[in-house]
């Protein structure tokens, strides 16, 4: 049965990039003040407040950021809990902030993401993302990030015969799209040629395959049916939610061409919504590196296992094509603070659904599609929002 | 081998040169890294096992940049082989260029060896057989 209750009615993000002397509290309080008091949502409607944030204790040194956060952005006193899964962090908070209005205990709830990535030098934000990994059974033998997904696209290009080329479209699709978007990290297309360049990370990906170091927060007001006419005439409906999780480890994986808890996440989601691949309009995917978007695009049902690299190829994954991906420009190119990545893919796709998309409106918009996943691909969350009038 | 396997004594094994998996003793399936429950049967009784050794190349990547600790030893392979016993393990690929990885076939067969890290520790490798 399809979710009934739970109505998105503002949402909004911060610039995601280097946020040179803007502290974790502060980039969280902007994103809130941006989705509440700007938004016309009085803070004092907010009953409760869900969390995301990966690793605030080694980016900035700080735990129990929840009541900290609250503090600095005007919502003292509130329930809230800081919600983690690495990447996946942001939608679990999301999640649990659905579960509580469908639940009835809540109207009216704040989901927020944020994290520091840039006041830690680049090998010290390295070594907080590595702790999302298996620390004794994969990290110490030098496997990285970069490392999980060049392992990932060896084994999808040795199956399927995809290129380093149709992974390089794919940070060409996420440029151009973000070269629209004022919030993103990088504004600038970039030419296949660039994105090939061989400065290599873990071979076969190489920079432009691969997601930048952010600062970045994103938050969403989620509230029941009853009050949801309070705030906007247009509100978007979540009427689906999975979650999945699978092996921390890769070698334990079966099969390495695809990520089994995006599979799993796509099919609970689409059947609660009591909708299928073939329903959504569009998709926002966790494109952490380039190969991540090729296999979300599959394993979230949008094509054939090993037809996603065709997908970007023939621009069927373009903003005018027929299933578009990240029409904002994703986490490649707009930027990945970690904790906020989930509530910032949400906020992408409540203002296509909407038609506040500008520049970067998918043609169809009725009903979307968002994953979010975690780590290796160890915590996958997969939701499904429909415009309310649609 | 009746003694009760844990993590840190896996972890000793292979700085010891001397690798071992976990065996279920009421299924006998074989796993490696260690897992508290079984894959097979959901059983928690687990007892050493010794490996061939064999196994073949399922896939791999080339660490280009590696976090600090790991850095001096860039850029290096890091794999994922199946064992003859059926269980997949993360390792260290010798015997190949790192800046040649176009030469490496998946699929190959492989056998087990250490690599002596300049961190200090010694990795769980394979080599061509």
Redo the contacts between chains.
């Keep these: 049965m399809p979710l009934k209750k739970t109505n998105i009615v503002s949402a909004a993000q911060t610039k995601f990039g280097a946020l040179e002397g803007v502290t974790l509290r502060e980039m969280f309080s902007e994103a809130v003040d941006k989705a509440t008091i700007h938004a016309g949502i009085p803070k004092k409607d907010i009953q409760a407040a869900f969390i995301g944030s990966f690793i605030p204790e080694m980016l900035v040194h700080q735990g129990h950021t929840a009541p900290l956060l609250l503090d600095f952005a005007g919502l003292k006193g509130l329930p809230a809990t800081r919600h983690e899964a690495a990447c996946a962090s942001g939608a679990t908070a999301l999640r649990a902030a659905v579960m509580a209005i469908e639940s009835g205990i809540y109207d009216t709830v704040l989901v927020a993401g944020v994290e520091k990535m840039t006041s830690v030098s680049t090998?010290g934000a390295?070594?907080a993302l590595?702790a999302a990994a298996?620390d004794?059974?994969?990290?110490?033998?030098?496997?990285?990030f970069?490392?999980?997904f060049?392992?990932?696209?060896?084994?999808h290009m040795?199956k399927y015969g995809t290129t380093e080329e149709d992974m390089a479209r794919v940070a060409v699709k996420a440029h151009k799209n973000a070269s629209t978007n004022p919030l993103a990290q990088f504004q600038k297309e970039i030419t296949l040629e660039k994105a090939m360049t061989p400065r290599?990370?873990?071979?076969?990906?190489k920079l432009f395959d691969c997601s930048p170091i952010s600062d970045g927060a994103a938050a969403l007001v989620l509230t029941s049916n009853e009050k949801a006419k309070q705030y906007t005439d247009l509100p978007v409906k979540i009427t689906g939610t999975g979650q999945a999780s699978a092996s921390m480890?890769?070698?334990?994986?079966t099969d390495?061409t695809s990520f089994s808890a995006s599979v799993e996440a796509s099919k609970s989601a689409y059947s609660m919504a009591g909708l299928e691949a073939k329903d959504m309009d569009f998709a926002v995917v966790h494109d952490c590196f380039t190969i991540a978007e090729i296999i979300a695009s599959e394993d979230i049902g949008f094509f054939e296992p090993g037809e996603g690299a065709k997908a970007v190829r023939d621009g069927v994954t373009a903003i005018d094509g027929d299933k578009p991906i990240n029409p904002m420009g994703g986490l490649k190119a707009v930027g990945h603070p970690v904790g906020a990545t989930g509530v910032k893919q949400a906020v992408v796709a409540y203002r296509e659904l909407i038609g506040d998309a500008g520049p970067n409106q998918v043609p169809k918009h009725d009903t979307g599609v968002v994953h979010n996943f975690g780590g290796t691909g160890a915590t996958c969350v997969v939701t499904v929002m429909r415009r309310g009038d649609a | 081998m009746s003694e009760k396997p844990t993590?840190e004594k896996y972890?000793m094994n292979i700085q010891e040169g001397m690798f071992k998996a976990y065996k279920c003793v009421d299924c006998g399936m074989v796993i490696a890294?260690?897992?508290g429950t079984c894959?097979g049967c959901g059983s928690s009784n687990m007892e050493w096992t010794k490996v061939s050794g064999n196994g073949k190349l399922?896939?791999?990547?080339?660490?280009?940049?590696?976090?600090?600790?790991?850095a001096e030893?860039a850029?290096?392979y890091?794999?994922?082989?199946e064992l003859e016993e059926g269980t997949?393990?993360?390792?260290?690929l010798l015997g190949f260029d790192p800046l040649k990885?176009e030469e490496v076939n998946?699929g190959i067969s492989v056998r087990l060896d250490y690599e002596d890290?300049k961190s200090g520790?010694k990795?769980?490798a394979f080599k061509p057989a």
């Design positions: 090998s390295t070594e590595a298996d004794q059974f994969e990290s110490s033998i030098g496997l990285t970069p490392g999980v060049g392992i990932a696209a060896v084994a040795q290599y990370i873990a071979w076969p990906l480890n890769l070698c334990d994986r390495l | 993590v972890l890294p260690p897992s894959y399922v896939s791999f990547t080339v660490i280009h940049i590696a976090p600090d600790e790991f030893e850029p290096y890091v794999a994922i082989v997949r393990v993360s390792s260290r990885p998946l890290g520790k990795y769980l």
